[in-house]
């Protein structure tokens, strides 16, 4: 099994996240190009699904809380200052990411790479920092909202045993 | 009672933005947050259609559905499911599951709307058996037109309504709005940059959540053939510009069936009082006379046996006047009921002239009209 170029895997990656903010949230994604989460102190929230199968890896989407905040708001319809709960705003970043790894993992099966996702976990910080063990193919992808919040999909996987 | 929709999905997320879909909906939305759950609440409620996602702890969506279909109570329920996991296999997998349909997540409200509907009938809130909404209730009211202007207008004119005005300028933002907002009453401009104001008349009517909300179109007098269009259709009516408030009014009032018999009946010191407003006309006198008997009964009913009815912010007497005048003394008479009539010395000399009301007798105030509704020797008018 080879794994996908990196210009292939961005390209999914982009079009599969692009595609879920615009039908949950309608909002259009603006791609900043591969660049890493820029914590700048503020509270921040990561959804992780890992994929396992002819390719094994997680993928992490990193987002500011008070962006995730919003996006629970808009996909449960109620107004921001009613999203009171933490759990709330983990469960709508865990399905997040579990669409976009979902749409990721639906878009490796048309080139016959078969895996199955994990479920979702969450990480909340104002500091961390997910740090790949050597050798893992990483792939990070930067995306701003209209009003310039940075939203991060990071990829890391394993690499492949030779054939 | 409307049909039960079960979701069964582990993400909370899910459950709410499903609940939310079918909330302008008289339906009841059931949840279960695994397969275990979902079974024994599909057993205990035995819901019309089951929404069930596929990656969930305890029992997956797979294993649900095989328990469901060998379960002889419950196999026939259709089955609708719900998967992050657009890969083929997964597809596959759940094609060979017998299920109605599936759809895979991100997924548009309108999409599971649309796709439940194929299986159930789905009815809007508040169109069967529910109370009727009122006239002065908050009613909702999509403008769509180019010219902000005319929503302006609209909004000044109905200013002493408790209607909430929300215009948009083009068919997305309406389409966009009608799916987070649920309007009771649209107003489309039919002359709208190509023809919009009815392709966007089509678009409502194909979704669920708008295919029976009333829908208006909005258009000069002389603009004959777009008129014709629109009723041809199946627009709900036609406003012409420039806009008569009142007029609009009245169409959107009969148009959701909005109860205004408050307007004319009122329960003032043990009296009912029919009230005429300034602005009668033949229109207004049949919604009067709609309502009259049941009003009168239901005051009868509580106690009340005397009866005013009140023309006295009327400037003349016309033959809509006398017909529904006439209607109320053969009422009061029927049930017994002490009635005075309270009018402007013009009124009462317009009456003056006609045969069929040349005895009318009205007093000059509520309070004087109340004073010889207290004379015992009074029966009726």
């Known amino acids: ?163 | 009672m409307g049909p039960k929709i079960l979701t069964v999905d582990d993400s909370k997320t899910i459950r709410l933005i499903i609940g939310k879909a079918f909330k302008s909906f008289d339906c009841e939305v059931l949840e279960a947050c695994n397969g275990v759950e979902g079974l024994a609440v599909a057993a205990k409620e035995r819901p019309d259609i089951i929404i069930l996602d596929i990656t969930m702890p305890v029992m997956d969506g797979f294993e649900t559905l095989t328990k469901l279909k060998s379960d002889p109570d419950l196999k026939g329920i259709p089955v609708i499911m719900l998967t992050a996991e657009a890969g083929r296999d997964n597809v596959l997998k759940i094609a060979k599951q017998g299920v109605r349909d599936y759809l895979i997540k991100p997924f548009k409200e309108e999409l599971i709307i649309d796709r439940v509907s194929r299986v159930i009938d789905l009815k809007p809130k508040g169109g069967g058996g529910n109370k009727a909404k009122r006239f002065d209730d908050p009613i909702r009211v999509l403008v769509v037109d180019d010219k902000p202007a005319i929503c302006d207008q609209i909004t000044e004119g109905l200013k002493d309504t408790t209607w909430s005005i929300v215009g948009k300028s083009t068919n997305g933002e309406a389409v966009d709005y009608c799916n987070t907002h649920s309007p009771e009453v649209i107003l489309v401009s039919l002359s709208l940059h190509e023809s919009a104001g009815f392709t966007l008349f089509q678009m409502l009517r194909t979704s669920q959540k708008t295919k029976t909300v009333p829908v208006f179109g909005l258009c000069v007098k002389t603009a004959v053939e777009d008129q014709a269009r629109a009723q041809q259709m199946g627009f709900t009516g036609i406003i012409t510009k420039p806009i008569d408030i009142e007029e609009l009014k009245n169409k959107v009032a009969r148009s959701l069936s909005l109860d205004t018999s408050y307007k004319y009946f009122q329960l003032k010191t043990g009296v009912l009082n029919i009230l005429l407003p300034v602005n009668f006309n033949n229109n207004v006198a049949n919604e009067v006379s709609a309502h009259l008997r049941s009003k009168v009964s239901e005051a009868v009913d509580s106690g009340i046996d005397k009866v005013i009815f009140d023309v006295s912010q009327l400037r003349a007497a016309d033959i809509s006047l006398i017909k529904l005048g006439l209607e109320v003394i053969q009422l009061c008479a029927e049930l017994s009921l002490k009635l005075r009539m309270l009018g402007s010395e013009i009124v009462s000399q317009e009456c003056k002239k006609y045969e069929e009301t040349a005895g009318w007798r009205f007093a000059s105030s509520f309070d004087e009209a109340v004073a010889q509704l207290s004379n015992k020797d009074l029966t009726h008018a």
């Open chain 1, 1 to 163: 099994m080879t794994f996908p170029m990196k210009i292939d895997l961005e390209k999914l990656v982009t079009s599969v996240f692009q595609d879920v903010f615009m039908t949950s949230f309608r909002m259009n994604m603006r791609m900043d190009g591969p660049g890493a989460y820029l914590l700048n102190g503020e509270a921040h929230i990561a959804g992780a699904v890992g994929f396992i199968g002819d390719m094994t890896g997680v993928a992490y989407i990193y987002l500011p809380v008070s962006l995730a905040r919003r996006l629970t708001s808009i996909v449960v319809g109620i107004d921001e200052a009613d999203v009171d709960a933490d759990e709330m705003i983990n469960d709508s970043v865990g399905e997040i990411a579990n669409m976009i790894v979902g749409g990721f993992k639906g878009k490796l099966s048309q080139s016959n790479i078969l895996c199955v996702l994990t479920i979702p976990s969450i990480v909340r910080g104002s500091n961390f920092v997910v740090e790949p063990v050597s050798d893992t193919e990483r792939f990070v992808c930067s995306f701003r909202t209209e009003t310039n919040q940075q939203v991060v999909v990071e990829v890391l996987i394993k690499p492949s045993k030779p054939e």
